[in-house]
């Protein structure tokens, strides 16, 4: 009967695990693409360079390569003013050039800034940088959209950092909570082993091995179920996978039985010591 309801309570701390692990896992990915979508909007987010019209072809090239190797530039477009005048004919329905006999647009570079500098203080020294260059007639971006975004990005990063970390602590203490049942049923048997003259180490040794076991069986186990589970969205939202880079998938995939490894062998070695610490006498009162 002893043996049987030992089995239980282990099933009951690889089940408990690895549904609290899944839960911390599935926190973990939310975190994960909110910094991936974050990242895609801040890189989304366009300087308008207009040049003068007095450039010619060649220096609107020469200037355009320059753009391209500054720290702050993840790529850029040039759009001529001939393209510009295009797409005004097709808003408009009309020809600007028709009633001024000129065009009366300019040539432009759009920039695609890096996520570290898509903030308003870096972009204000960028702008002030790109309004001396020659030929640069004016820069444009959208400082409240700038700053709006970063706001409302600092404030849901913020709170699913809260969140995860309040799961982290949940999920610490219902694992520990579970192997320290375990651990509390042998109780006897540690306080015996004691008696018999065995070593600190040697008695914690099996306890240890066995908990890390259950962590890695459960993290694995884990990571199957949120695996399973981001398999079955992708079928039917492609566009799941874009937001959860593969690099970062195996990191949370690792950093799942990770915690799940270190979190039972330390409540284990806690519980077997805090057992091993207490007379025979009070191990009938606890």
Known sequence: MSRKRFKIQTLSVYVSTTLVLVLLGTMGLLLVAAQTLSTHVREELAVSVVLD????????????????????????VYISKEQVLEEQRKELGTDPVEFLGYNPYEASIELSMKPEFANNESLATIEKELRSDKGVKEVIYHKELIEAINSNIHKIG????????????????????????????????????????????????????????????????????????????????????????????????????????????????LSVNRFLRMRAGDLYFI
Request: aromatic residues 12%; proline residues 2%; glycine residues 6%.
């Open 158 to 269: 913020a709170a699913l950092l809260v969140l995860f970390i309040l799961l982290a602590i949940i999920a610490w203490s219902l694992i520990g909570n579970m192997v320290r049942l375990t651990i509390y049923s042998k109780r006897f048997l540690l306080h015996t082993m004691k008696l018999v003259g065995a070593t600190w180490g040697f008695i914690r040794r099996p306890f240890l091995l066995h908990n890390m076991w259950i962590g890695l069986f459960s993290g694995i186990l884990a990571n199957i179920i949120l695996g399973s589970a981001l398999y079955f969205i992708a079928q039917r939202e492609p566009g799941v996978m874009t937001v959860l880079p593969k690099e970062w998938l195996a990191i949370v995939a690792g950093s799942i039985i990770l915690f799940g490894i270190t979190i039972t062998v330390l409540c284990a070695f």
């Open 53 to 76: 019209n007095s450039m010619s072809d060649q220096q609107i090239a020469d200037y355009h390569k320059r753009l391209n190797r500054r720290s702050y530039v993840k790529n850029s």
